[in-house]
């Protein structure tokens, strides 16, 4: 019977990141391959920044955008510095390639049947890789750059780095060739999250609530009150994405605090009490947003947390409305204390032996697998194209 419950529990699904680059972005980027960059293709820091989502008057949802605006190259410890107010920092790195036959002209799948039986391959790859396919070193650097970023968020969760910097989580990598001649910018958004296996379920027989449905408006607006003073403390180290809620039993107040916090924050407080939160971009009334996915694998791995209340964070940009946060219970059906499974990245296989393994500290036997290339305009994984001509072109 209990294993019948489990599997009419309907599977927790997530509102994918849309990129947003705004044209001033592409101005900024030929100036620095032109006078900085020239033929470096390696990666460089970048910040983006998204806004917790809301629905219009009309019901109409609004993507959950990540957005790169004329200061994402100007990366400097107070992550808010040229983002607009009421949105979340987030950073990431851009590789841009030199020649569009590099990014676009490349075999993916009999390349890594060839070349990708081991990820040390990335390591030594300009030694390993065979000459006939040599035009194809790019295409496989891509793939390559989002293992490493992979790497860097699954080796922030196993050693913990991601509770004091959970900033960590959200990573994202951008791929770019610039046509300079055409104007024209090829790119390609990876937003890499782990998954869980057995995928995380909605709890509770799926219900996802509003708040105004689980708690009183007294309580909401002490919510909304504690959270702008969190934010304000953790938003210029891009540290507030991500936070615990506790909801006292005497009184109307809900703290809130860091996730490094987690042990004293919710002394005595029960399993079924205790409230993960995040910034959510989406906007769509069962599908919380991209974020949650590595910090749902964080709070596993680091505290074997296998049923959560989520507080998915909505605000109104300019009106102090989060009215429109929902309210849902994430868990694992079935599993004991097992840890997240052994798993793969698109096609490259994680089967590293151990002493490389032991090298550099990384245990890839337990790396989940991960999804993330953000799809094409016609829905398919493929790049996205910006003409800027109209606008550069003075002919």
Known sequence: MQQQQQQQQPLLQFAPFSSAVEAPFWHTLADRKLDILKLDDATQPLRAYYSTGHTLDEGLALPARLCLGTGAFDVSEDQTSGIPPFTFPTMGSIKNTNTVDDF????????FKEEAEKVRYLVQLSRTIPEHIKLRCRFFLMYASFCSFLDIIWRAIVSGDAVTQPNLLSHFLLLTYADLKKYKFYYWFGFPALLMEPSWVVGDNGAIKGVE???SQNEIESLRVNFDAY???????GNATYFLVNKSKSSSELSVGRLSEWDTFFNG????????????????PSNPGWPLRNLLVLVHRQWNVRRIRVLCFREIQGK????QSR???????GLGDEKVRAGVVGTIVHRIDASFLGGIGYNVVECPKAVGWEKGVKGNLAPRMADLAPLMDPI
């Open 104 to 111: 676009k002209n490349l075999d993916k799948a009999s390349f």
């Open 213 to 215: 449905e689980v708690w």
């Open 231 to 237: 934010r304000d403390r953790n938003l210029r180290d």
């Open 269 to 284: 407080v029960t399993e079924e009490d205790r409230i993960l939160g995040f910034a959510d971009p989406s906007s769509l």
């Open 320 to 323: 102090r409305d989060i009215r």
């Open 327 to 333: 309210m849902l219970v994430a868990e694992i059906p």
